[in-house]
Nanobody, 128 residues
């Protein structure tokens, strides 16, 4: 019921910032929790952070806490990932994903299976 398109990736130096956007189609965007995941070369896809559909509460992986910020603008059907103090290990393809209401969301928000819809990804490269 929703299609996602990421943008904003690119090349940035270590210590710099990058802002990723995820535009969603459909009229039910505000009912979905939105997650960000990333996948580096030779690595498994890993959880980055998420923002809930209702309260807008955010949860982050320990590796990005204090550096990354997730926000959403329901009027624009867009979710953002603001990345600051970037490190070379942040280099990856970044994916946004949408999940529905889930009573067990607090227990499942890190899991890929929690999210039903995925974007195609955008590449972020951090140089040293």
């Amino acid at each position: 019921q929703v299609q996602l398109v990421e943008s904003g990736g690119g090349l940035v130096q270590a210590g710099g910032s990058l802002r990723l956007s995820c535009a969603a189609s459909g009229r039910t965007f505000s009912t979905y929790a939105m997650g960000w995941f990333r996948q580096a070369p030779g690595k498994e896809r890993e959880f980055v952070g998420t923002i809930t559909w209702n309260s807008g509460n955010t949860f982050y992986a320990d590796s990005v806490k204090g550096r990354f910020t997730i926000s959403r603008d329901n009027n624009k059907n867009t979710v953002y990932l603001q990345m600051s103090s970037l490190k070379t290990e942040d280099t990856a393809v970044y994916y946004c994903a949408a999940g529905g209401r889930d009573p067990l969301f607090v227990l499942r928000y890190k899991a890929i299976s929690t999210y039903a819809y995925w974007g195609q990804g955008t590449q972020a490269t951090v140089s040293s």
